[in-house]
């Protein structure tokens, strides 16, 4: 395996092996191709190419590691779950500062006033 004709010269999703003529059916293979784009002309940690894999080369390692599959399918389902709690956090952050912002400048708001469709509790601040 050379890698001249390799992706692993312009990276993991650089294209598909059967154009480059990259066999990737033994686990020896797979092994030596992974080690390339470790440690070839350009260097990638694991983590990277672990992030970057494409699913041409995802699936044979799959195939011949198949402890990997559950650890991969969770890191997924949490990075999911993270995005969607960032999406969360957004909207609730966006909602707190449009409240604050109507708290501040419009006087005696109470909080049905200041966060609609949010839970509603009067303000409880004591009068100047």
């Not at 894999?53 to 949490?78: G, I, K, N, T, Y």
């Not at 604050?100 to 839970?119: S, V, Y």
Request: charged fraction near 25%.
């Amino acid at each position: 395996m050379t890698t001249e004709n390799t992706p692993a010269s312009a990276g993991p999703h650089a294209t598909d092996p059967v154009r480059t003529g990259v066999d990737l059916s033994t686990e020896a293979a797979v092994r030596a191709f992974l080690d390339i784009c470790l440690h070839g002309r350009i260097k990638r940690t694991p983590a990277k190419l672990a992030s970057t894999m494409a699913h041409w080369l995802r699936d044979p390692l799959h195939e011949h590691a198949p402890h990997l599959v559950p650890l991969h399918e969770r890191a997924q389902r949490l990075r999911r779950e993270a995005e969607a709690a960032q999406r969360a956090h957004a909207a609730a952050q966006h909602a707190y500062t449009a409240a604050l912002t109507r708290w501040i400048t419009t006087p005696n708001t109470t909080t049905d006033e200041a966060e609609p469709g949010g839970p509603h509790r009067p303000d409880h601040r004591e009068p100047r």
